[in-house]
């Protein structure tokens, strides 16, 4: 997509930065994150998202109605274990996408499709306070204790691993050609059926020294904060209203800086229902808004299935 001048090519270079692999790496809103889990137990998931949005770049590339339009399907398998006598957690996520960009340059249509795999996604995560380390029987009585009030304080980190497809003469990719280290700090606070649950996290960028045949891309922390209140009609089956806000992430491309503080908004609504104590589903609508003249808006509709054992 875009065949710009190589002028503009530079000019756009920061705004692409925030584009690039945008359903897996944008802020999300996962609600349950830090929810409360028996020790020694294996998930596997399997979901798919569309995502389809439009992209504003700077006014004097003359790009105009660029909109984005992305099909995900993507693979997850979470392992629980205690490990210094709490309970964590590791996760692996891996996807494939079908991507593409349209728009008009100079009043030229021009649009840019590709396929393959997303960046591989880790996360390692540990509950601080609450949520003891339990299994079968024991698990089930403190759940029942703990129903009237409970709060849960966990950490965690989140790496993207450039393992995705990317091509180095193209502006806009599905592979970010960069790893993302993402520490996470959350809360959850349980009362009866309503859940409340809050976390913090920064992006921090590593350098992508191929971005646009042979370009220099830095980046600077994202920060965001997510909250979500979850109500729980009966075990397995819950709904939830989250919103998000993150700020900064300012690129330089070759030493320069290219002034595009990010801004975001995201809100979502999610819900779930547990067909058996095994086998569940999910679905959510996930909207993002930049609140400046560069960046993107989004709208996700994702659809997922998990079973435990």
């Known amino acids: 997509m875009l065949q710009l001048t ?31 889990l028996p020790s020694d137990i294996n998930i596997i998931g399997a979901g ?58 100079d009043g030229q249509p021009q649009t840019r499709n590709s396929s393959g795999a997303t960046d591989t996604v880790l996360r390692l995560a540990m509950n601080l306070y609450g949520a003891p380390p339990l299994k079968g029987k024991a698990f089930k009585d403190y759940r029942k204790s703990v129903y009237q009030s409970d709060t849960v304080v966990g950490a965690g980190v989140i790496v993207t691993l450039p393992t995705g497809k990317y091509d180095d003469d193209k502006l806009l ?9 993402r520490p996470q700090f959350g809360i959850m606070h349980s009362r009866g059926k309503w859940t409340y649950e809050t976390t913090i996290a920064a992006w921090c960028y590593t350098k992508n020294d191929d971005f646009w045949n042979g370009n220099e891309l830095e980046q600077d922390p994202f920060y965001a904060i997510q909250s979500h209140l979850i109500y729980t009609y009966k075990p397995g089956i819950w709904a939830s209203a989250s919103i998000g806000y993150g700020e900064g992430g300012e690129s330089q491309v070759n030493g320069v800086d290219k002034s595009d503080r990010k801004r975001n908004l995201a809100w979502a609504l999610s819900a779930g229902y547990s067909f058996t104590p095994r086998f569940g589903i999910k679905a959510a609508y996930i909207g993002t808004d930049t609140q400046t003249d560069k960046g993107f808006d989004s709208t996700n509709f994702a659809l997922g299935a998990s079973y435990v054992w």
Do not use: C
């Open 48 to 105: 798919t998202v569309y995502t389809t949005g439009d992209i504003y770049f700077d006014p004097v590339l003359q790009a105009e109605d660029v909109d984005m339009e992305f099909y995900t399907t993507a693979f997850r398998y979470i392992r629980t274990f205690e490990f210094l006598e709490k309970s964590s957690r590791i996760e692996v996520a891996q996807g494939y996408q079908d991507a593409e960009w349209s728009g008009t340059v």
């Open 173 to 181: 990719n599905i592979s970010g050609n960069r790893t993302v280290i």
């Open 6 to 36: 190589a002028k503009r090519l530079l000019l756009a270079l920061g705004t692409a930065a925030s584009i690039g692999s945008t359903s897996l790496s944008a802020q999300e809103l996962t609600p349950r994150r830090w929810s409360h």
